[in-house]
Protein backbone atom coordinates (compact mmCIF):
# COMPACT_ATOMS: atom_id res chain seq x y z
CA UNK A 1 0.00 0.00 0.00
CA UNK A 2 2.51 2.77 0.98
CA UNK A 3 4.76 1.97 -2.12
CA UNK A 4 1.38 2.72 -4.18
CA UNK A 5 1.13 5.71 -2.57
CA UNK A 6 4.14 6.20 -3.37
CA UNK A 7 4.07 5.88 -6.97
CA UNK A 8 1.08 7.89 -7.32
CA UNK A 9 2.50 10.78 -5.74
CA UNK A 10 6.09 10.81 -7.96
CA UNK A 11 3.21 10.39 -10.95
CA UNK A 12 2.05 13.76 -9.82
CA UNK A 13 5.24 15.13 -9.76
CA UNK A 14 6.45 14.09 -12.67
CA UNK A 15 2.66 15.47 -14.40
CA UNK A 16 3.77 18.73 -12.86
CA UNK A 17 6.88 19.37 -13.76
CA UNK A 18 5.98 18.25 -18.01
CA UNK A 19 3.24 20.55 -17.56
CA UNK A 20 4.94 22.90 -16.38
CA UNK A 21 8.06 22.51 -18.73
CA UNK A 22 5.38 23.48 -21.64
CA UNK A 23 3.53 26.42 -19.57
CA UNK A 24 3.42 29.75 -21.61
CA UNK A 25 4.19 31.88 -18.69
CA UNK A 26 7.40 30.09 -18.19
CA UNK A 27 10.27 30.65 -20.58
CA UNK A 28 13.48 28.08 -20.69
CA UNK A 29 16.43 28.17 -22.66
CA UNK A 30 17.47 24.83 -21.73
CA UNK A 31 14.97 23.20 -19.56
CA UNK A 32 15.50 19.64 -18.24
CA UNK A 33 12.42 17.51 -16.99
CA UNK A 34 12.69 14.50 -15.45
CA UNK A 35 10.30 11.68 -15.62
CA UNK A 36 9.64 8.82 -13.02
CA UNK A 37 8.83 5.24 -14.19
CA UNK A 38 6.05 4.61 -12.24
CA UNK A 39 5.41 0.84 -10.46
CA UNK A 40 3.97 -1.64 -12.93
CA UNK A 41 0.77 -1.99 -11.45
CA UNK A 42 0.23 2.08 -11.89
CA UNK A 43 1.38 1.78 -15.22
CA UNK A 44 -1.22 -1.13 -15.83
CA UNK A 45 -4.04 1.45 -14.40
CA UNK A 46 -3.20 4.52 -15.81
CA UNK A 47 -1.95 2.98 -19.33
CA UNK A 48 1.21 5.44 -19.66
CA UNK A 49 5.04 5.53 -20.03
CA UNK A 50 6.74 8.01 -18.53
CA UNK A 51 9.58 9.07 -20.05
CA UNK A 52 13.05 10.18 -18.53
CA UNK A 53 14.43 13.39 -20.81
CA UNK A 54 16.28 16.26 -22.02
CA UNK A 55 14.62 19.43 -23.62
CA UNK A 56 16.68 21.71 -25.06
CA UNK A 57 15.66 24.62 -27.85
CA UNK A 58 18.99 26.42 -29.50
CA UNK A 59 16.29 28.91 -30.69
CA UNK A 60 12.50 29.58 -30.43
CA UNK A 61 10.86 32.84 -31.71
CA UNK A 62 6.93 32.87 -31.14
CA UNK A 63 5.99 36.32 -31.88
CA UNK A 64 3.94 36.49 -28.79
CA UNK A 65 5.74 40.24 -28.69
CA UNK A 66 6.49 42.48 -31.22
CA UNK A 67 9.52 42.16 -33.58
CA UNK A 68 10.43 45.62 -33.74
CA UNK A 69 14.34 45.88 -32.62
CA UNK A 70 14.89 42.39 -32.15
CA UNK A 71 13.94 41.13 -36.24
CA UNK A 72 15.79 43.62 -38.31
CA UNK A 73 14.19 44.44 -41.84
CA UNK A 74 17.06 45.23 -45.37
CA UNK A 75 16.98 48.70 -45.88
CA UNK A 76 17.61 47.13 -49.90
CA UNK A 77 15.21 49.62 -51.42
CA UNK A 78 13.84 46.34 -53.88
CA UNK A 79 12.16 45.14 -50.31
CA UNK A 80 9.46 47.32 -50.05
CA UNK A 81 7.13 45.04 -48.43
CA UNK A 82 5.75 46.19 -45.13
CA UNK A 83 6.38 43.04 -42.54
CA UNK A 84 3.36 43.30 -39.63
CA UNK A 85 2.74 41.63 -36.07
CA UNK A 86 -0.47 40.11 -36.16
CA UNK A 87 -2.46 38.43 -35.00
CA UNK A 88 -3.54 34.58 -36.74
CA UNK A 89 -7.27 34.46 -37.91
CA UNK A 90 -9.66 33.18 -35.36
CA UNK A 91 -6.63 33.30 -32.76
CA UNK A 92 -5.49 35.03 -29.98
CA UNK A 93 -1.87 33.82 -31.43
CA UNK A 94 0.52 36.29 -33.33
CA UNK A 95 2.61 36.34 -35.90
CA UNK A 96 4.97 37.66 -38.44
CA UNK A 97 2.57 38.53 -41.41
CA UNK A 98 3.42 39.60 -44.87
CA UNK A 99 0.89 42.49 -45.30
CA UNK A 100 0.71 43.56 -49.29
CA UNK A 101 0.74 41.93 -52.61
CA UNK A 102 3.22 41.62 -55.24
CA UNK A 103 5.80 42.65 -52.82
CA UNK A 104 10.04 41.36 -51.84
CA UNK A 105 10.10 40.89 -48.32
CA UNK A 106 13.43 40.89 -46.26
CA UNK A 107 13.62 40.57 -42.94
CA UNK A 108 16.88 38.64 -40.95
CA UNK A 109 17.36 37.52 -37.09
CA UNK A 110 21.04 37.70 -35.58
CA UNK A 111 21.05 34.34 -33.26
CA UNK A 112 23.48 35.16 -29.98
CA UNK A 113 25.63 32.27 -30.95
CA UNK A 114 26.19 30.66 -34.14
CA UNK A 115 24.27 27.10 -33.86
CA UNK A 116 26.77 24.07 -35.70
CA UNK A 117 25.27 21.40 -37.19
CA UNK A 118 27.99 19.02 -37.60
CA UNK A 119 27.67 17.02 -34.61
CA UNK A 120 24.60 14.98 -33.18
CA UNK A 121 20.83 15.70 -34.14
CA UNK A 122 19.57 19.04 -35.46
CA UNK A 123 15.88 19.89 -35.99
CA UNK A 124 14.49 23.28 -38.19
CA UNK A 125 10.80 23.65 -37.39
CA UNK A 126 8.92 26.65 -37.47
CA UNK A 127 4.67 27.19 -38.94
CA UNK A 128 3.23 29.27 -41.72
CA UNK A 129 -0.31 29.90 -42.50
CA UNK A 130 -1.08 30.98 -45.96
CA UNK A 131 -4.58 32.52 -44.87
CA UNK A 132 -5.21 33.89 -48.56
CA UNK A 133 -3.80 31.34 -50.13
CA UNK A 134 -0.71 31.20 -52.12
CA UNK A 135 -0.27 31.16 -55.88
CA UNK A 136 2.65 32.72 -56.29
CA UNK A 137 5.55 32.89 -54.17
CA UNK A 138 7.68 31.83 -51.55
CA UNK A 139 7.36 31.19 -47.55
CA UNK A 140 10.52 29.56 -46.96
CA UNK A 141 13.51 30.87 -44.33
CA UNK A 142 16.69 31.15 -44.86
CA UNK A 143 19.41 30.04 -42.09
CA UNK A 144 22.50 31.67 -42.68
CA UNK A 145 25.88 31.78 -42.15
CA UNK A 146 28.00 34.29 -39.76
CA UNK A 147 28.72 37.35 -41.75
CA UNK A 148 32.03 36.77 -41.68
CA UNK A 149 31.14 35.16 -45.58
CA UNK A 150 30.85 38.74 -46.30
CA UNK A 151 27.13 40.16 -45.72
CA UNK A 152 25.50 42.49 -42.87
CA UNK A 153 22.21 42.89 -41.28
CA UNK A 154 20.60 46.05 -43.29
CA UNK A 155 21.96 44.86 -46.05
CA UNK A 156 20.86 41.68 -46.24
CA UNK A 157 18.98 40.25 -49.79
CA UNK A 158 18.95 37.56 -51.60
CA UNK A 159 22.73 37.04 -52.00
CA UNK A 160 23.56 36.61 -48.36
CA UNK A 161 25.49 33.42 -48.14
CA UNK A 162 23.32 30.89 -46.17
CA UNK A 163 23.93 27.13 -45.26
CA UNK A 164 20.36 25.75 -45.18
CA UNK A 165 17.25 26.97 -47.27
CA UNK A 166 13.98 25.24 -45.80
CA UNK A 167 10.26 25.70 -46.37
CA UNK A 168 6.76 26.31 -48.87
CA UNK A 169 7.83 27.37 -52.49
CA UNK A 170 4.33 27.53 -55.33
CA UNK A 171 4.23 29.71 -58.56
CA UNK A 172 3.10 28.03 -61.49
CA UNK A 173 4.50 24.30 -62.13
CA UNK A 174 6.60 24.86 -58.83
CA UNK A 175 4.56 22.96 -56.33
CA UNK A 176 7.59 21.76 -53.48
CA UNK A 177 8.76 22.33 -49.58
CA UNK A 178 12.57 23.24 -50.42
CA UNK A 179 15.52 21.99 -49.28
CA UNK A 180 18.64 23.16 -49.97
CA UNK A 181 21.88 22.59 -48.69
CA UNK A 182 24.96 24.82 -50.00
CA UNK A 183 27.90 22.86 -49.52
CA UNK A 184 31.76 24.03 -49.74
CA UNK A 185 33.68 21.97 -52.44
CA UNK A 186 36.83 21.29 -50.28
CA UNK A 187 38.97 21.42 -53.76
CA UNK A 188 37.51 24.18 -55.59
CA UNK A 189 36.56 26.45 -52.37
CA UNK A 190 33.36 26.76 -54.28
CA UNK A 191 29.74 27.23 -52.54
CA UNK A 192 27.17 24.76 -54.27
CA UNK A 193 23.38 24.21 -54.10
CA UNK A 194 22.35 21.19 -53.89
CA UNK A 195 18.30 20.86 -53.88
CA UNK A 196 16.46 17.95 -52.87
CA UNK A 197 15.02 15.68 -55.20
CA UNK A 198 11.11 15.05 -55.17
CA UNK A 199 10.43 17.13 -52.67
CA UNK A 200 7.09 17.05 -51.16
CA UNK A 201 4.00 19.48 -52.13
CA UNK A 202 2.63 22.39 -50.16
CA UNK A 203 -0.72 22.00 -48.81
CA UNK A 204 -3.30 23.48 -50.90
CA UNK A 205 -5.38 24.59 -47.85
CA UNK A 206 -5.02 28.18 -46.03
CA UNK A 207 -4.86 26.75 -42.73
CA UNK A 208 -1.83 26.71 -40.20
CA UNK A 209 1.04 23.83 -41.03
CA UNK A 210 3.57 23.05 -39.36
CA UNK A 211 7.64 22.48 -41.24
CA UNK A 212 10.33 20.44 -40.02
CA UNK A 213 13.17 19.47 -41.17
CA UNK A 214 15.43 16.69 -39.09
CA UNK A 215 18.91 16.24 -40.19
CA UNK A 216 21.05 13.44 -38.29
CA UNK A 217 24.50 12.95 -37.75
CA UNK A 218 24.10 9.35 -39.97
CA UNK A 219 23.32 11.84 -43.18
CA UNK A 220 19.59 11.16 -42.89
CA UNK A 221 17.39 14.08 -43.38
CA UNK A 222 13.63 13.91 -42.63
CA UNK A 223 10.96 16.19 -43.66
CA UNK A 224 8.09 16.67 -42.24
CA UNK A 225 4.96 18.64 -42.71
CA UNK A 226 2.66 18.69 -39.64
CA UNK A 227 4.31 16.05 -38.02
CA UNK A 228 3.48 13.55 -40.56
CA UNK A 229 7.15 11.78 -43.09
CA UNK A 230 6.79 13.75 -45.85
CA UNK A 231 10.53 12.59 -47.45
CA UNK A 232 13.61 10.70 -46.26
CA UNK A 233 16.73 11.27 -47.78
CA UNK A 234 20.42 10.62 -47.72
CA UNK A 235 22.87 13.61 -47.68
CA UNK A 236 25.54 11.66 -50.07
CA UNK A 237 23.00 10.02 -52.19
CA UNK A 238 23.23 11.06 -55.45
CA UNK A 239 19.52 9.72 -55.56
CA UNK A 240 18.17 12.17 -53.40
CA UNK A 241 19.69 15.77 -54.06
CA UNK A 242 21.12 17.00 -57.61
CA UNK A 243 23.58 17.62 -57.71
CA UNK A 244 25.10 15.17 -56.16
CA UNK A 245 27.27 16.77 -52.87
CA UNK A 246 30.16 14.13 -54.10
CA UNK A 247 31.10 14.98 -57.90
CA UNK A 248 31.75 12.52 -60.05
CA UNK A 249 34.98 10.58 -60.81
CA UNK A 250 35.32 10.93 -64.21
CA UNK A 251 34.10 14.06 -66.35
CA UNK A 252 33.60 14.78 -70.29
CA UNK A 253 36.76 16.46 -71.36
CA UNK A 254 36.01 20.63 -71.96
CA UNK A 255 38.60 20.52 -74.38
CA UNK A 256 37.55 17.41 -76.66
CA UNK A 257 36.37 18.38 -79.68
CA UNK A 258 34.11 16.75 -82.22
CA UNK A 259 36.32 16.03 -85.71
CA UNK A 260 34.67 17.53 -88.59
CA UNK A 261 34.40 14.47 -90.83
CA UNK A 262 32.47 12.65 -87.58
CA UNK A 263 28.91 11.68 -89.77
CA UNK A 264 26.17 11.17 -87.23
CA UNK A 265 23.71 10.32 -89.62
CA UNK A 266 22.63 6.69 -88.79
CA UNK A 267 20.65 6.89 -92.72
CA UNK A 268 21.04 8.39 -95.69
CA UNK A 269 19.27 9.30 -99.07
CA UNK A 270 20.19 6.83 -101.36
CA UNK A 271 21.85 8.57 -104.14
CA UNK A 272 21.82 6.25 -106.63
CA UNK A 273 17.41 6.18 -106.63
CA UNK A 274 15.72 7.45 -109.58
CA UNK A 275 12.20 9.07 -109.59
CA UNK A 276 10.58 6.95 -111.74
CA UNK A 277 8.83 7.65 -115.23
CA UNK A 278 5.61 7.53 -114.58
CA UNK A 279 5.58 8.96 -110.96
CA UNK A 280 3.39 12.34 -111.07
CA UNK A 281 4.63 14.58 -108.31
CA UNK A 282 1.27 17.35 -109.84
CA UNK A 283 -1.56 14.75 -109.63
CA UNK A 284 -3.96 16.29 -106.77
CA UNK A 285 -4.56 14.51 -103.95
CA UNK A 286 -8.56 14.29 -104.25
CA UNK A 287 -10.87 14.54 -107.43
CA UNK A 288 -14.49 14.60 -108.56
CA UNK A 289 -16.69 11.29 -107.59
CA UNK A 290 -17.83 10.90 -111.61
CA UNK A 291 -19.89 8.18 -110.22
CA UNK A 292 -21.57 9.87 -107.99
CA UNK A 293 -25.45 10.76 -108.77
CA UNK A 294 -27.78 13.55 -107.21
CA UNK A 295 -30.18 11.78 -105.11
CA UNK A 296 -33.92 12.23 -106.58
CA UNK A 297 -36.26 14.55 -105.33
CA UNK A 298 -32.88 17.57 -104.64
CA UNK A 299 -34.47 20.59 -104.50
CA UNK A 300 -32.67 22.94 -106.48
CA UNK A 301 -34.24 26.23 -106.44
CA UNK A 302 -34.82 26.14 -102.61
CA UNK A 303 -32.22 28.09 -100.29
CA UNK A 304 -30.84 26.10 -97.78
CA UNK A 305 -32.01 28.87 -95.11
CA UNK A 306 -34.93 31.44 -95.52
CA UNK A 307 -36.28 34.70 -93.66
CA UNK A 308 -37.49 33.88 -90.12
CA UNK A 309 -41.43 34.49 -90.82
CA UNK A 310 -42.20 35.01 -86.93
CA UNK A 311 -39.49 37.53 -86.74
CA UNK A 312 -40.21 41.46 -86.79
CA UNK A 313 -38.69 44.31 -87.24
CA UNK A 314 -38.47 45.87 -83.54
CA UNK A 315 -40.18 49.03 -82.93
CA UNK A 316 -36.97 50.92 -81.70
CA UNK A 317 -34.77 50.25 -84.85
CA UNK A 318 -33.61 53.15 -87.52
CA UNK A 319 -33.16 52.55 -90.56
CA UNK A 320 -30.81 55.66 -91.33
CA UNK A 321 -28.51 55.11 -88.09
CA UNK A 322 -28.76 51.06 -87.72
CA UNK A 323 -29.28 50.12 -91.46
CA UNK A 324 -31.71 48.03 -93.59
CA UNK A 325 -33.11 45.68 -91.05
CA UNK A 326 -33.13 41.78 -92.44
CA UNK A 327 -35.12 39.58 -90.60
CA UNK A 328 -32.62 36.62 -88.68
CA UNK A 329 -32.24 33.35 -90.90
CA UNK A 330 -33.81 29.74 -90.09
CA UNK A 331 -33.49 26.60 -91.87
CA UNK A 332 -35.36 25.87 -94.46
CA UNK A 333 -38.39 23.67 -93.11
CA UNK A 334 -38.48 21.92 -97.07
CA UNK A 335 -35.09 20.83 -96.80
CA UNK A 336 -36.18 19.13 -93.52
CA UNK A 337 -38.28 16.81 -95.45
CA UNK A 338 -35.81 16.44 -98.65
CA UNK A 339 -32.50 14.91 -99.23
CA UNK A 340 -30.92 18.12 -99.77
CA UNK A 341 -31.45 22.09 -101.07
CA UNK A 342 -29.37 24.16 -103.48
CA UNK A 343 -26.96 23.71 -106.23
CA UNK A 344 -25.88 20.16 -105.75
CA UNK A 345 -22.13 19.35 -106.48
CA UNK A 346 -20.55 15.90 -107.08
CA UNK A 347 -18.14 14.92 -103.90
CA UNK A 348 -14.65 14.25 -104.00
CA UNK A 349 -12.41 11.14 -103.82
CA UNK A 350 -9.31 10.23 -103.13
CA UNK A 351 -7.60 10.12 -106.43
CA UNK A 352 -5.74 6.66 -107.07
CA UNK A 353 -2.98 8.12 -109.22
CA UNK A 354 -2.10 10.66 -106.50
CA UNK A 355 1.95 9.71 -105.08
CA UNK A 356 2.62 13.33 -103.87
CA UNK A 357 6.50 14.53 -104.06
CA UNK A 358 8.69 12.17 -104.93
CA UNK A 359 11.47 11.42 -102.18
CA UNK A 360 14.42 8.96 -102.38
CA UNK A 361 14.09 5.90 -100.32
CA UNK A 362 16.71 6.20 -97.11
CA UNK A 363 19.59 3.16 -96.94
CA UNK A 364 22.19 2.78 -94.18
CA UNK A 365 24.83 5.56 -93.66
CA UNK A 366 27.96 3.42 -94.81
CA UNK A 367 30.11 6.50 -93.20
CA UNK A 368 27.91 6.73 -89.48
CA UNK A 369 30.03 6.76 -86.69
CA UNK A 370 27.91 6.83 -83.87
CA UNK A 371 26.63 9.83 -81.74
CA UNK A 372 29.65 11.83 -80.77
CA UNK A 373 30.62 12.39 -76.86
CA UNK A 374 33.76 14.07 -75.78
CA UNK A 375 36.36 11.86 -73.95
CA UNK A 376 35.99 11.64 -70.23
CA UNK A 377 38.94 12.89 -67.77
CA UNK A 378 38.99 12.64 -64.16
CA UNK A 379 37.68 14.54 -62.15
CA UNK A 380 39.86 17.57 -60.58
CA UNK A 381 36.96 18.98 -58.29
CA UNK A 382 36.66 15.18 -57.06
CA UNK A 383 36.85 14.44 -53.16
CA UNK A 384 35.57 11.73 -51.00
CA UNK A 385 33.29 12.73 -48.24
CA UNK A 386 32.08 10.68 -45.27
CA UNK A 387 29.52 13.84 -43.60
CA UNK A 388 28.42 17.20 -45.15
CA UNK A 389 30.35 19.91 -44.01
CA UNK A 390 27.98 21.62 -42.97
CA UNK A 391 28.11 26.03 -42.23
CA UNK A 392 27.26 27.17 -39.05
CA UNK A 393 24.05 29.15 -38.65
CA UNK A 394 24.72 32.69 -37.07
CA UNK A 395 21.24 34.37 -38.35
CA UNK A 396 17.60 33.14 -39.96
CA UNK A 397 16.12 35.37 -42.58
CA UNK A 398 12.68 35.15 -44.51
CA UNK A 399 13.64 36.65 -48.24
CA UNK A 400 10.68 36.34 -50.38
CA UNK A 401 8.70 38.01 -53.12
CA UNK A 402 5.12 36.77 -53.22
CA UNK A 403 2.07 38.07 -54.97
CA UNK A 404 0.14 36.78 -51.84
CA UNK A 405 -0.75 38.79 -48.60
CA UNK A 406 -1.53 36.87 -45.28
CA UNK A 407 1.01 35.09 -45.30
CA UNK A 408 1.68 34.34 -41.05
CA UNK A 409 5.08 33.05 -39.99
CA UNK A 410 5.08 31.69 -36.31
CA UNK A 411 6.96 29.63 -33.57
CA UNK A 412 10.22 29.17 -35.26
CA UNK A 413 12.23 26.62 -33.63
CA UNK A 414 15.75 25.58 -33.66
CA UNK A 415 16.73 22.41 -31.49
CA UNK A 416 18.95 19.63 -30.99
CA UNK A 417 16.16 16.88 -30.18
CA UNK A 418 13.30 15.35 -31.92
CA UNK A 419 10.69 15.48 -28.82
CA UNK A 420 11.37 19.27 -28.73
CA UNK A 421 10.24 19.45 -32.16
CA UNK A 422 7.35 17.18 -31.47
CA UNK A 423 6.22 18.72 -27.72
CA UNK A 424 6.11 22.37 -30.03
CA UNK A 425 3.93 20.67 -32.28
CA UNK A 426 1.73 19.74 -29.51
CA UNK A 427 1.49 23.00 -27.66
CA UNK A 428 1.54 25.49 -30.20
CA UNK A 429 0.25 24.63 -33.69
CA UNK A 430 -2.27 21.21 -33.07
CA UNK A 431 -4.73 23.63 -30.54
CA UNK A 432 -4.98 26.14 -33.75
CA UNK A 433 -5.17 23.46 -36.50
CA UNK A 434 -7.86 21.35 -35.21
CA UNK A 435 -9.80 25.02 -34.62
CA UNK A 436 -9.49 26.07 -38.13
CA UNK A 437 -10.34 22.72 -39.45
CA UNK A 438 -13.07 22.58 -37.90
CA UNK A 439 -13.99 26.04 -38.57
CA UNK A 440 -13.28 24.84 -42.26
CA UNK A 441 -15.38 22.22 -42.58
CA UNK A 442 -18.73 24.14 -40.96
CA UNK A 443 -17.45 27.10 -43.77
CA UNK A 444 -18.06 24.25 -46.45
CA UNK A 445 -21.18 22.95 -45.28
CA UNK A 446 -22.54 26.64 -45.29
CA UNK A 447 -21.20 27.05 -48.95
CA UNK A 448 -23.36 24.46 -49.93
CA UNK A 449 -20.07 21.61 -50.59
CA UNK A 450 -21.61 18.23 -50.04
CA UNK A 451 -20.33 15.81 -47.39
CA UNK A 452 -19.61 13.12 -50.19
CA UNK A 453 -16.85 15.40 -51.34
CA UNK A 454 -15.69 16.13 -48.06
CA UNK A 455 -15.72 12.34 -47.32
CA UNK A 456 -13.76 12.00 -50.98
CA UNK A 457 -10.88 14.15 -49.71
CA UNK A 458 -10.79 12.40 -46.11
CA UNK A 459 -10.48 8.84 -48.28
CA UNK A 460 -7.68 10.70 -50.66
CA UNK A 461 -5.78 11.87 -47.32
CA UNK A 462 -6.09 8.43 -46.02
CA UNK A 463 -5.20 7.21 -49.22
CA UNK A 464 -2.11 8.85 -48.93
CA UNK A 465 -0.69 6.88 -45.83
CA UNK A 466 -2.18 3.42 -47.12
CA UNK A 467 -1.18 2.55 -50.68
CA UNK A 468 -4.01 -0.56 -50.25
CA UNK A 469 -6.48 2.08 -49.78
CA UNK A 470 -5.17 3.92 -52.70
CA UNK A 471 -5.72 0.98 -54.74
CA UNK A 472 -9.20 0.43 -53.62
CA UNK A 473 -10.06 4.16 -54.20
CA UNK A 474 -8.47 3.65 -57.84
CA UNK A 475 -10.16 0.28 -58.53
CA UNK A 476 -13.40 1.85 -57.04
CA UNK A 477 -13.23 4.95 -59.57
CA UNK A 478 -12.56 2.72 -62.60
CA UNK A 479 -15.45 0.55 -61.54
CA UNK A 480 -18.22 3.88 -61.95
CA UNK A 481 -16.41 5.25 -64.61
CA UNK A 482 -17.08 2.01 -66.71
CA UNK A 483 -20.91 1.40 -65.71
CA UNK A 484 -21.50 4.98 -66.72
CA UNK A 485 -20.34 4.31 -70.15
CA UNK A 486 -22.31 0.78 -69.76
CA UNK A 487 -25.46 3.31 -69.04
CA UNK A 488 -24.92 5.61 -71.75
CA UNK A 489 -24.76 2.81 -74.30
CA UNK A 490 -27.08 0.30 -73.12
CA UNK A 491 -29.31 1.94 -70.60
CA UNK A 492 -31.59 3.34 -72.19
CA UNK A 493 -34.47 2.26 -75.17
CA UNK A 494 -33.02 4.22 -78.70
CA UNK A 495 -35.70 5.74 -80.55
CA UNK A 496 -36.62 3.98 -83.98
CA UNK A 497 -35.84 6.00 -86.88
CA UNK A 498 -37.17 5.25 -90.31
CA UNK A 499 -34.39 5.33 -92.29
CA UNK A 500 -33.77 7.32 -95.39
CA UNK A 501 -32.75 5.72 -98.58
CA UNK A 502 -29.80 7.00 -100.04
CA UNK A 503 -29.10 7.15 -103.55
CA UNK A 504 -25.91 4.44 -104.38
CA UNK A 505 -22.93 6.61 -105.25
CA UNK A 506 -20.27 4.14 -105.79
CA UNK A 507 -19.74 0.77 -106.92
CA UNK A 508 -18.92 -2.45 -104.83
CA UNK A 509 -15.28 -2.91 -104.37
CA UNK A 510 -14.00 -6.15 -106.74
CA UNK A 511 -13.20 -8.79 -104.12
CA UNK A 512 -9.37 -8.54 -105.05
CA UNK A 513 -9.70 -5.16 -105.33
CA UNK A 514 -11.28 -4.76 -101.80
CA UNK A 515 -8.54 -7.35 -99.86
CA UNK A 516 -6.04 -5.16 -101.33
CA UNK A 517 -6.66 -1.64 -100.09
CA UNK A 518 -5.50 -0.54 -96.59
CA UNK A 519 -7.91 0.28 -93.68
CA UNK A 520 -6.72 4.01 -93.94
CA UNK A 521 -8.09 4.08 -97.93
CA UNK A 522 -11.62 2.21 -96.82
CA UNK A 523 -12.01 4.85 -94.29
CA UNK A 524 -10.79 7.93 -96.61
CA UNK A 525 -13.52 6.28 -99.50
CA UNK A 526 -16.13 5.95 -96.94
CA UNK A 527 -15.40 9.31 -95.82
CA UNK A 528 -16.15 10.45 -99.88
CA UNK A 529 -19.42 8.31 -99.69
CA UNK A 530 -20.70 9.62 -97.34
CA UNK A 531 -20.00 13.18 -98.82
CA UNK A 532 -22.18 12.14 -101.78
CA UNK A 533 -24.92 12.32 -99.51
CA UNK A 534 -27.07 15.60 -98.61
CA UNK A 535 -24.73 17.55 -96.78
CA UNK A 536 -25.61 19.10 -93.52
CA UNK A 537 -27.58 22.27 -93.71
CA UNK A 538 -25.95 25.53 -91.86
CA UNK A 539 -27.66 27.46 -89.10
CA UNK A 540 -27.25 31.22 -89.58
CA UNK A 541 -28.89 32.81 -86.86
CA UNK A 542 -29.11 36.92 -86.54
CA UNK A 543 -30.12 38.97 -83.61
Not at 112 to 135: A, F, H
Not at 503 to 527: I, Q, R, V
Request: hydrophobic share 35%; glycine share 6%; aromatic share 10%.
Amino acid sequence: MAKSRISSVLLLIACFGFALCLSETVRFTSTSCFFVLSARSVLKRFDCLIWFCFFDQLFYESFDESFDGRWIVSDKSDYSGVWKHAKSEGHEDYGLLVSEKARKYAIVKDLDKPITLKDGTIVLQYEVRLQNGLECGGAYIKYLRPQEAGWTTKEFDNESPYSIMFGPDKCGSTNKVHFILKHKNPKTGEYVEHHLKYPPSVPYDKLSHVYTAIIKPDNELRILIDGEEKKKANFLSADDFEPALIPSKMIPDPDDKKPEDWDERAKIPDADAVKPDDWDEDAPMEIEDEEAVKPEGWLDDEPEEIDDPEATKPEDWDDEEDGEWEAPKIDNPKCEAGPGCGEWKRPTKRNPAYKGKWHAPMIDNPNYKGIWKPQEIPNPAYFELEKPDFEPIAALGIEIWTMQDGILFDNILIADEEKVAESYREKTWKPKFDVEKEKQKEEDAAAGVSEGLSGFHDVIEKAEKQPNLTIGVLVSIVVVFVTVIFRILFGGKKPVVAPVPKPETKKDLAPAEAEGSSGGEKEEEKEKEDAAAPRPRRSRRET
